[in-house]
């Protein structure tokens, strides 16, 4: 069983800046990509960014342009860094990966942001 674990989260206001990090149990070589997802209240939750390697990276088009993910191999760790925030970014932010050998995956407990004056 794979463990994920997010932190990060909190209250900022508009136009702030948050980063996110995303800590799997196993190392980063025996994954095949890291996605963080977010859910606001009463919605589906969607895409937030995706990163497979250093230049394999997508985006939600809501974040294009504000968000970057990375990833710290020394640090096993996988970052969002969130630029701009809007109000509309206030949602719970969900790290979830997939392994290489089975395509199995793993969803964290997820980490509240809030962005609010």
């Known amino acids: 069983q794979v463990q994920v674990t997010e932190s990060g989260g909190g209250l900022v206001q508009p136009g702030g800046s948050l980063r996110l990090s995303c800590a799997p149990s196993?190392?980063?070589?025996?994954?095949?990509?890291v996605a963080w997802y977010r859910q606001a209240p009463g919605k589906q939750r969607e895409l937030v960014a995706l990163?497979?390697?250093?230049?394999?990276?997508n985006y939600g088009d809501a974040v294009l342009g504000r968000f970057t993910i990375s990833r710290d191999a020394a640090k096993n760790t996988v970052y969002l860094q969130m630029n701009s925030l809007k109000p509309e970014d206030t949602a719970i932010y969900y790290c979830?990966?997939?392994?290489?050998?089975?395509?199995?995956?793993?969803w964290g407990q997820g980490t509240q942001v809030t962005v609010s004056s």
């Open positions: 196993v190392h980063t070589s025996l994954i095949l990509r």
């Open positions: 990163i497979v390697d250093d230049t394999n990276t």
């Open positions: 979830n990966v997939m392994m290489q050998k089975n395509y199995f995956l793993y």
